[in-house]
């Protein structure tokens, strides 16, 4: 019996050897491919079943998880009776539900808390913060810290970020210079919220750029984080030689309307990449940096079109009126239509009597295209 | 007590919201999209209304704008609650004429305030138009 | 003598077929790796990513919606209402009222409070003439801008215009009567906002088939797998073109092509590139070479990133005619793109472009339906001459089967991997049953329409692609999506 299937088998491959190279490939690929499809749909019933399970799961504990953070944190008898949170008792029983022992409740029950602390704060969110704690499940999020996988840790970090859990500078400065983007990104928003002594140290001695969509984030943990010492962002304008970092420490220059370092900002004018320049402009505006509107003007002629328009732009926004004859100029006898617009909307920007006068001098005067664009940008419908 | 709608598309923070105004005496209705909301403003009268800005259907700016054209529910107060903090948005919620803008994570405390003190101008503006009568 | 030439022929074209037959495969089996790589590390960062940070953020950049609609009166309302509620903080949205002849203009106009207003801009982009520009009176609708224009007799004309009254430093490209989700923007602006040292210029995302979608209003409220064939094959057809094909080059930086039914792209670029040709039968794919163009040739770092998530539900053509239309246009703006960038082929100027995109387009998507065409009538000659080894025939033709079915059920499980968007087993049973019969019923249809546009094109006939087509997509409830890829195979 074995033999014969054996010698079959034989048989069968020295036929298969004596087909030509093309026929033998052939064969050897359709086996592969039958093989692959039947793998590849038994896989996809595998994972629908999964996320069947899953979302049953997930059905069924999702009532449970909310019914105790209502009723252990939103409902809380003693919120805003002056208690204070850490006095602030559960009930043990309710916390002891042996659900929350199963490690995959205990992932739900951090995302919901997340998805709570996203949409509360005060004594809700700090109760939320207290509850995550009571339960032990920061032990869930440094155990993921441990994980090898990048996107584990990134989860961990930001869930500890989250909930204002701090991380020791040995776990979390060699993160900040990981050679992944994400995972160093996710690490300094953590060490800037939860480091109480010098939050924005990596400013000094990040050399990767900063990327705009961490860029939000971070933004977000410093406008929003309590207690966070706000430092002169000046300092990096001047000494730092990472791009990034400048032109976001402009954007917190500007947020902050930190007037003291407009002689910082002013000293980029003089640098030579003209996207750096605008974005230095732009935050002069920001400022109303009226010291800085001579030089401006000064430089005005010399600068690409993004930065001429960006000078105007900060025109409008100082509008100091000192300056009105040079936008004037500009919204006349410029070639361009985008500095004429840019020209027309600084000086209605500027909104004094002088200004308004001056408009419709303009009006009478200039061409049926500049009439336009006044009625364009005095129109209160149009916005951009 | 008071009448209250609270319009939000995400279901965990209606709920929250529902839940802590309820527990404050507030009679409260929900609607969970912009639809939802236009049937239920159309059916009920409200003293205050409590809306996200993007949701489906329609957005919250459109909710007070709606509100504040309509005679007969102008006067209801409007709390506009929402993640969106740049300040074009926050202006133009109340040029419609929101009269509080909440940004998220708001602080529990604070909003029941605000409704308070919502509820008390609104009976002390109705006392003026009944006297003026 | 005549005997040794047709065993010569036979052999040089066998030999060319075997080639280009193993490279094809070849390229399938990388892309089904490379695709698979690149959705592995989306789902990654997905895992952790929190896109409301950009929702509730100042530092979200600017981004105009432009959204051409002819003769949509009867969905313009509810189409117009959903784009208006993007979950994005700085946004507008520009309605291109593209000459339309029935109401659509009024019954925006009515509903949305719009009046005219004195609208200057700058004519960065020729088109037709403009005849008014709408703002809401209303503050509610501020983020919207109408304008009313002439029939330009295509969508790039009607996009021009739309990109030269965008206030934003981006755009997103699409079609009034897309179903987009409401996260499209903050999704699509990611890749951008993402990338290290290369300039995104554009980038996109996965479409489908809206047909047995439930809708509400422009929202959606039911995904489901379409049930007419037609559809359905598409459906698949889409999925592997975008969640295999597109995925996969993107992850290599080589996207062939961003969907005209939805793209985000950098105005700056885009119009210094010329903006979309109007003479184009593939506006979107030929505007992407262009911006190649141009950023090669002025040194731009440039790169072209898509995401498998589906963000876009377009209504397939369900009648084999308009169909035929359809993908008769697409083959025509295939070969016409191709004639006109045929410069940059292998022209290492072009980098990737010049030496993955444009080769593979050139020969495994224009050409691979002329060589199946001549193959058959290969095979049916030696068919005649009785000069066919059967055997070795039909194992190879299993061999193309089995490994065609092995390409598109990868696509399927990739597809699931992303998303579950079919939420019964029916519906993806019913995508299933398309990858075994699609070889025999669906493609034999494609490679007959491309060789039908190739001959229109080369033959230069008028194609009537309008007013009158779009009017009558519109009667069947269907429209004209853009090429996903220009076809699939």
New interface residues.
């Given amino acids: 019996m074995w033999k014969d299937l054996v010698d079959l088998l034989f048989q069968a491959y020295e036929q298969f050897s004596l087909l030509p190279l093309f026929i033998e490939i052939a064969l050897a690929f359709i086996v592969i491919a039958i093989v692959a499809t039947i793998v590849a749909y038994g896989v996809i019933m595998y994972k629908r079943y999964r996320s069947y399970v899953h979302e049953k799961r997930v059905a069924f504990i999702s009532p449970i998880i909310e019914e105790l953070i209502t009723e252990q944190v939103l409902l809380n008898e003693n919120l805003g009776k002056d208690v204070l949170i850490e006095e602030i008792e559960f009930d043990q029983a309710a916390l002891a539900n042996k659900v929350y022992k199963k490690p995959f409740v205990r992932q739900i029950l951090i995302d919901t808390l997340i998805q709570y602390r996203k949409n509360f704060r005060g004594e809700v969110g700090d109760l939320l913060r207290k509850l995550y704690i009571d339960m032990d499940l920061q032990k869930d999020s440094f155990a993921k810290m441990k994980s090898m996988r990048w996107e584990r840790k990134i989860k961990a970090v930001v869930e500890l970020t989250q909930m204002d859990i701090s991380i020791s500078d040995v776990t979390i400065l060699p993160l900040t210079n990981s050679t992944n983007p994400s995972l160093r990104a996710a690490a300094r928003n953590a060490y800037i919220q939860l480091s109480k002594n010098e939050p924005f140290k990596f400013f000094d001695i990040a050399t990767e750029p900063l990327l705009p969509w961490d860029q939000l984030e971070m933004f977000k943990i410093i406008t929003t984080t309590k207690d966070i010492a706000i430092p002169n962002f000046s300092r990096w304008v001047s000494y730092s030689s990472n791009k990034s970092v400048v032109s976001f420490c402009l954007k917190l220059i500007a947020h902050y309307d930190q007037q003291s370092a407009i002689p910082a900002v002013m000293e980029l004018l003089n640098n030579k990449d003209h996207y750096f320049r605008a974005d230095a402009i732009a935050c002069l505006g920001k400022l109303s940096a009226e010291v800085a509107e001579e030089k401006m003007v000064r430089i005005y002629n010399h600068q690409p079109l993004n930065c001429q328009i960006e000078i105007l732009k900060a025109m409008g926004s100082i509008a100091s009126g000192k300056y009105l004859e040079f936008l004037k100029t500009e919204f006349l006898y410029s070639s361009n239509f985008d500095i004429r617009m840019n020209a027309a909307r600084a000086i209605i920007r500027h909104n004094t009597q002088h200004s308004r006068l001056l408009v419709e001098e303009l009006m009478e005067m200039t061409h049926e295209e500049n009439q336009l664009i006044i009625k364009h940008c005095l129109n209160p419908l149009i916005k951009y | 007590m008071s009448n209250i709608l609270v319009i939000e598309d995400d279901d965990i923070m209606l709920k929250a919201i529902r839940n802590i105004l309820r527990k404050d005496g507030h009679e409260v209705l929900t609607a969970k999209d912009g639809k939802e909301a236009f049937e239920k403003l159309d059916n009920e009268q409200y003293d205050v209304v409590i809306t996200d800005l993007m949701m489906p259907y329609a957005n919250g700016l459109e909710v007070v704008s709606r509100l504040r054209a309509n005679t007969e529910k102008r006067h209801v107060g409007i709390i506009v609650c929402s993640s969106v903090g740049n300040e074009e948005t926050i202006t133009e919620a109340f040029r419609l004429g929101a009269d509080d803008y909440l940004k998220k994570p708001i602080m529990a405390g604070e909003l029941m305030i605000r409704i308070r003190k919502l509820l008390a101008n609104r009976s002390s503006n109705l006392k003026l138009v009944t006297k003026k009568k | 003598m005549g005997a040794t030439f047709i065993e010569y022929a036979s052999w040089f074209f066998e030999t060319t077929v075997?080639i280009y037959g193993v490279g094809l495969?070849l390229i399938y089996a990388i892309l089904a790796i490379l695709s698979f790589a690149n959705i592995r590390l989306f789902l990654?960062?997905e895992?952790?990513t929190?896109y409301?940070?950009?929702?509730?953020?100042?530092?979200?950049?600017g981004i105009s919606v432009i959204a051409p609609a002819f003769n949509e009166g009867l969905t313009i309302i509810s189409n117009v209402?959903?784009l208006?509620?993007?979950?994005?903080?700085?946004y507008?949205v520009i309605i291109i009222n593209d000459g339309s002849t029935d109401d659509t203009l009024e019954k925006v106009i009515k509903e949305f409070s719009l009046?005219k207003?004195?609208?200057?801009y700058?004519v960065k982009l020729t088109s037709k003439p403009v005849r008014g520009v709408y703002?809401?009176?209303?503050?509610?609708?501020?983020k919207l801008l109408v304008v009313d224009k002439e029939n330009g007799k295509a969508k790039a004309d009607a996009t021009n215009v739309g990109i030269n009254v965008s206030?934003?430093p981006y755009f997103l490209c699409t079609d009034v009567d897309c179903i987009l989700h409401?996260q499209t923007l903050q999704m699509l602006v990611?890749p951008?906002?993402?990338?290290?040292?290369k300039r995104v210029i554009a980038t996109g995302a996965t479409l489908r088939m809206a047909n047995s979608c439930e809708v509400d209003?422009g929202?959606l409220i039911n995904i489901k797998a379409p049930r007419p064939l037609l559809a359905r094959f598409q459906e698949l057809e889409y999925i592997r073109s975008f969640v295999l094909g597109k995925m996969g080059w993107s992850y290599i930086n080589a996207v062939p092509n961003v969907s005209g039914g939805l793209g985000l792209f950098d105005k700056e670029i885009s119009i210094k590139a010329g903006g979309y040709d109007p003479a184009s039968f593939g506006e979107d794919m030929e505007l992407r070479m262009r911006m190649s163009r141009y950023v090669y040739d002025n040194k731009i770092d440039a790169s072209v990133r898509y995401i498998p998530t589906t963000l876009c539900w377009t209504e397939g053509p369900t009648s084999v005619k308009i169909f035929m239309r359809q993908r008769t246009r697409w083959a025509r703006g295939l070969l016409q793109l191709m004639l006109a960038h045929k410069k940059m082929l292998f022209n290492p100027a072009y980098g990737r472009v010049g030496f993955i995109v444009f080769p593979y387009n050139f020969f495994f998507e224009l050409l691979a339906p002329v060589i199946e065409f001549l193959g058959i009538i290969y095979y049916i000659f030696l068919i005649y001459f009785g000069l066919v080894n059967w055997p070795?025939a039909i194992?190879?033709l299993?061999?193309v089967y089995?490994?065609s079915?092995?390409i598109s059920?990868?696509s399927?499980?990739w597809d699931?991997?992303t998303f579950?968007y079919y939420k019964t087993?029916g519906d993806?049973a019913r995508i299933?049953a398309m990858v075994f019969i699609e070889m025999i019923i669906y493609h034999p249809l494609i490679v007959v329409f491309s060789i039908r546009g190739y001959y229109f094109q080369l033959t230069n006939r008028k194609h009537s692609w309008g007013n009158m087509q779009r009017a009558g997509f519109k009667k069947s409830k269907s429209t004209l999506p853009q090429s996903p890829t220009t076809q699939a195979t």
């Fill in positions: 075997f495969l990654r960062k895992s952790y929190d409301k940070v950009i929702v509730g953020s100042p530092l979200a950049p209402r959903s208006l509620t993007f979950d994005y903080p700085n507008e009046v207003v004195d609208f200057a700058d703002k809401s009176s209303d503050e509610a609708y501020a206030a934003f409401t990611k951008i906002m993402e990338e290290e040292k209003e929202v070795y194992i190879l299993i061999f089995t490994y079915v092995m059920t990868l399927v499980l699931q991997l579950q087993w993806v299933a």
